[in-house]
Each structure stands twice: as structure tokens, then as C-alpha cells.
């Protein structure tokens, strides 16, 4: 059965003090995998998509790596705006279709 | 201009109405989405329409029907509404649908639907 796992559940930050989040996944086949941010009260906002193990992709403070298991997102010196849900997910067949299955995410906290 | 949007935001009804949950995509997309996240953050797929065509139907009540008029729109209905069903629901769409390739996926802002 694919899967999705992240951790921590949450993760408190000083400014400026970088971390990692994890997404651990076990899917038949990777067609793809996401992280999503979310902020309260919205929705998912695409970040990255990765496709193959050793794969990389920055965008300001973050960047994703891929391995054959897991992903993680790195965040370098985090501001108080990069608080936020992250959500990672992978691209799996459904029917006759394909959909995201999510992880239950990281809730990111940056104090000043 | 949103590329996604859902109507209403906000949804507050009783156990055992029926209610309808509206979506647009003006990103001129071929496959639409509902998605439900629980009390939990668990985002979880519910339906997908390519075209207008029922693709993606997941193990959820017969209570509630997706309809798509159009491949820019995509509608659930819930009848018979009880207290599990509050949560907050989600549309998105994206480009293609073949396994093979990228299917990136843009959300709405979300309805929060709450059963009293």
C-alpha cells in the first residue's frame, strides 16, 4: 500500500537557525514526489516536484532532496514567514487516474 | 484572478441536510479533484473527474455525488449530512492524468464545512 510519513509533527525554530524536515514513502512505482506549504485557513500551495533519487531543487531558503525512500526538505536560516504546514506527497495510480497521497505534514514554527 | 475557487468558504448546517459545495478551475486543466482534510490536517483523495469523465471514486459514502457540468467545474453534493462529515474539503486541478507524467496540482482555498 503507498504510503506517506513525515517528521517531526512538529518543529520549533529560531530565526535563522536551519533544519530539515523528513518524508519517509513506500509507493509502487514513483511517478513523483511533492512538497506542499499550507498556511491556516488556505490551501496546499505547490513547492517543488521531484522525480529521481539524487535529484535537488531550491527555491529561497528551501530545497528538497530526493533518495530511493525519503525526501527532505531543508530549510537554511528560516524567517518567522516561513511558518507553515509543510506537506509532502507522492503521485500513485488510482483507478483509472493518478492522485496525491499525503503525509500528515510538519507544522513549521520561525520565532524572531 | 484565482485559479481555484471553491464556494462557499464557510459552511455551517444541520445533521441530516443536504448541501452542495461549488469548485472553478480557470486554468484551463483537464482533471479536477476533491479532496477531504479531517480535524487531523489528513489530507485524503475523494473523487477525480478527466473531461467530465468519473476517473477516481475512493471508498466514501454513497451520500455524496461529484458532478462536473464542464471540465472547468466539478460540484459535490452531500445528502443526508452528519456529524462526520464536518471537515474542510478541497478542490484542485492539474493538467493531465496519465501516471506517466507530471501532475502537478493547484488547490482551492477550501470550504469548511461544519455539521451541527
Known amino acids: 500500500e503507498d504510503q506517506v510519513t513525515q517528521s517531526p509533527e512538529a518543529l520549533r525554530l529560531q530565526e535563522g537557525e536551519s533544519s530539515s524536515l523528513n518524508c519517509s514513502y513506500t509507493?509502487?512505482?514513483?511517478?513523483?514526489l511533492f512538497w506542499y506549504r499550507q498556511d491556516p485557513g488556505k490551501g496546499p500551495e505547490f513547492l517543488f516536484t521531484?522525480?529521481?533519487a539524487g535529484e535537488e531543487k531550491e527555491k529561497e531558503r528551501l530545497k528538497a532532496t530526493l533518495t530511493k525512500k525519503e525526501s527532505f526538505l531543508h530549510i537554511t536560516a528560516p524567517k518567522p514567514e516561513d511558518s507553515a504546514t509543510y506537506l509532502c506527497?507522492?503521485?500513485?495510480?488510482?483507478?483509472?487516474?493518478?492522485?496525491?497521497?499525503f503525509g500528515k505534514g510538519t507544522t513549521l514554527s520561525v520565532s524572531s | 484572478d484565482t485559479a481555484v475557487s471553491q464556494t462557499p468558504k464557510y459552511l455551517v448546517t444541520q445533521m441530516g441536510n443536504d448541501k452542495s459545495i461549488k469548485c472553478e478551475q480557470n486554468?484551463?486543466?483537464?482533471?479536477m479533484y476533491w479532496y477531504k482534510q479531517d480535524s487531523k490536517k489528513f489530507l485524503k483523495i475523494m473523487f477525480s473527474?478527466?473531461?467530465?469523465?468519473?476517473?477516481i471514486n475512493e471508498t466514501v459514502p454513497n451520500r455524496f455525488s461529484p458532478k462536473s457540468p464542464d471540465k472547468a467545474h466539478l460540484n459535490l453534493h452531500i445528502n443526508s449530512l452528519e456529524l462526520g462529515d464536518s471537515a474542510v474539503y478541497f478542490c484542485?486541478?492539474?493538467?493531465?492524468?496519465?501516471?506517466?507524467?507530471?501532475?502537478?496540482?493547484?488547490f482551492g482555498a477550501g470550504t469548511r464545512l461544519s455539521v451541527l
Open positions: 484542485a486541478s492539474s493538467q493531465v492524468r496519465d501516471p506517466g507524467t507530471e501532475n502537478i496540482q493547484y
Open positions: 509507493v509502487s512505482g514513483l511517478r513523483g
Open positions: 486554468l484551463g486543466h483537464d482533471t
Open positions: 473527474y478527466n473531461n467530465k469523465e468519473l476517473i
Open positions: 521531484l522525480y529521481s
Open positions: 506527497a507522492v503521485q500513485a495510480r488510482h483507478g483509472a487516474g493518478t492522485a496525491l497521497i
